[in-house]
């Protein structure tokens, strides 16, 4: 059965510095997506990035960047020169390619990430 | 593009009730997902639906949940006896055809049962 799993529950980071969050996930299929989204104080689920997991090379959009290391079924995310705005709740998730494929996202339980000034 | 659209936004029912809550997926987008968040359980899958066609219901709890998609631009997630741990945010999603696309939510249902 797929799991993912953040183990983080809240990071406090200074502005303009740089934070990674952790994601691990288990999967029985050789292929599947890797997502990062991001829900805003107001309830805004909004997408991040994504990674497919048959490319080696790490995906990155503006200042996120992920940190996927298939051996260990880890997928962090990582945000360079932080700013206030991206005070937030993150959370990861997977969706398998094969087995069903359903299409169904599996989400962690999220990371809380509170950047101070 | 208005998004996924939600309505209503916040609905209170009293327990035994019924609740009706309205999705309008983007337009063009095939696969349509109903999600539920609590604070306990997280962001918990229910159903989902390919070209109306309702595909996974696993994440369904078997007894007073009912989901629909009559045509491609509305779906209603259907609780019956509304009981108190119904109360949650339910979360509409939709996505392109393609499988590595991803999932636009919309903003959410806050069902209240008092």
């Known amino acids: 059965a797929q799991k993912v799993t953040q183990t983080q529950t809240s990071i406090s980071v200074m502005e303009k510095t740089t934070v990674t969050m952790d994601c691990v996930y288990e999967?029985?299929?050789?292929?599947?997506?890797l997502f990062w989204y991001k829900q805003t104080a107001s309830g805004e689920i909004v997408f991040l990035i994504r990674?497919?997991?048959?490319?080696?090379e790490n995906a990155t959009v503006g200042h996120y960047s992920l940190n996927f290391q298939k051996p260990k079924s880890s997928i962090g995310l990582i945000i360079t020169a932080t700013q206030i705005e991206d005070s937030a709740v993150y959370f990861c998730a997977m969706r398998e390619a094969i087995t069903g494929n359903t299409g169904k996202l599996i989400f962690g339980l999220g990371t809380t990430l509170q950047v101070q000034p | 593009n208005a998004g996924v659209i939600q309505t209503p936004r916040h609905k209170v029912t009293g327990k035994g009730q019924e609740a009706t809550l309205w999705c309008e997926p983007i337009s063009g987008h095939s696969a349509v997902f109903w999600y539920r968040q609590t604070i306990v359980q997280g962001l918990e899958f229910l159903t989902y639906?390919?070209?109306?066609?309702?595909?996974?219901d696993s994440g369904m709890p078997k007894e007073r949940f009912s989901a629909q998609m009559p045509n491609q631009s509305h779906s209603t997630l259907k609780i019956q006896s509304t009981q108190p741990q119904d109360s949650a945010v339910y979360l509409c999603?939709?996505?392109?055809?393609?499988?590595?696309?991803?999932?636009?939510f919309g903003k959410g249902t806050r069902l209240t049962v008092v």
């Open positions: 999967t029985q299929d050789s292929s599947y997506f």
């Open positions: 990674q497919d997991s048959y490319k080696k």
């Open positions: 639906f390919r070209n109306q066609a309702p595909i996974d």
């Open positions: 999603a939709s996505r392109e055809a393609r499988g590595n696309t991803e999932v636009f």
